[in-house]
T-cell receptor, first 112, second 112 residues
Framework: DTGVSQDPRHKITKRGQNVTFRCDPI?????LYWYRQTLGQGPEFLTY????????KSRLLSDRFSAERPKGSFSTLEIQRTEQGDSAMYLC??????????FGDGTRLSIL | AQSVTQPDIHITVSEGASLELRCNYS??????LFWYVQSPGQGLQLLLK??????LVQGIKGFEAEFKRSQSSFNLRKPSVHWSDAAEYFC??????????FGTGTSLTVIP
């Protein structure tokens, strides 16, 4: 068990650029979650997968955001045409059904 | 709708003193409740969870929490705080779709 791994740890980009983050869950965890955390706030749910199926998406997940988990293992979160308001920490978590979620260390996105 | 309130944004305690962090939740059914801790630049680490049964739950690092349905509360306690406990603490309730709803967090400072 190597824990949830997220890459990169920090991403700096210019407004309008596209960015993609990767999350490798704990192996065998079939549920994978994405959250966004802004300064001074708790994490806010974005979306979650069970295996490769995306089962729920938050209203926070605008059409500029897309998440995939093509083989039911790792997941990617892409943000297109980034905006200043997208600056945040993006957290990934994984779990078995009914079990607590295990979080990665996050990807911090800074928009210039 | 599910929600979590952590009324204390920041708490300062002396090392060796006792600690209580407050958490109130809103949820229509029997809640699954969690406390997580987050150090700067890190992801969230699970301290303890409540699913059912005994309303006093023990966690890691000497923490415990008590579920009080009548007060819709799940307060976190520790009898003697250590300097290494300084961090951000988040209470969360699990929603019907298994996503977590987090409070805004309580920042703990420990004075030597």
């Amino acid at each position: 068990d190597t824990g949830v791994s997220q890459d990169p740890r920090h991403k700096i980009t210019k407004r309008g650029q596209n960015v993609t983050f990767r999350c490798d869950p704990i192996s065998e965890h079939n549920r994978l979650y994405w959250y966004r955390q802004t300064l001074g706030q708790g994490p806010e749910f974005l979306t979650y997968f069970q295996n490769e199926a995306q089962l729920e998406k938050s209203r926070l997940l605008s059409d500029r955001f897309s998440a995939e988990r093509p083989k039911g293992s790792f997941s990617t979160l892409e943000i297109q045409r980034t905006e200043q308001g997208d600056s945040a920490m993006y957290l990934c978590a994984s779990s078995f059904p009914g079990e607590p979620q295990h979080f990665g260390d996050g990807t911090r996105l800074s928009i210039l | 709708a599910q929600s979590v309130t952590q009324p204390d944004i920041h708490i300062t305690v002396s090392e060796g003193a006792s600690l209580e962090l407050r958490c109130n939740y809103s949820y229509g059914a029997t809640p699954y409740l969690f406390w997580y801790v987050q150090s700067p630049g890190q992801g969230l680490q699970l301290l303890l969870k409540y699913f059912s049964g005994d309303t006093l739950v023990q966690g890691i690092k000497g923490f415990e929490a008590e579920f009080k349905r009548s007060q819709s509360s799940f307060n976190l306690r520790k009898p003697s705080v250590h300097w290494s406990d300084a961090a951000e603490y988040f209470c969360a309730v699990q929603g019907p779709g298994n996503q977590f709803y987090f409070g805004t967090g309580t920042s703990l400072t420990v004075i030597p």
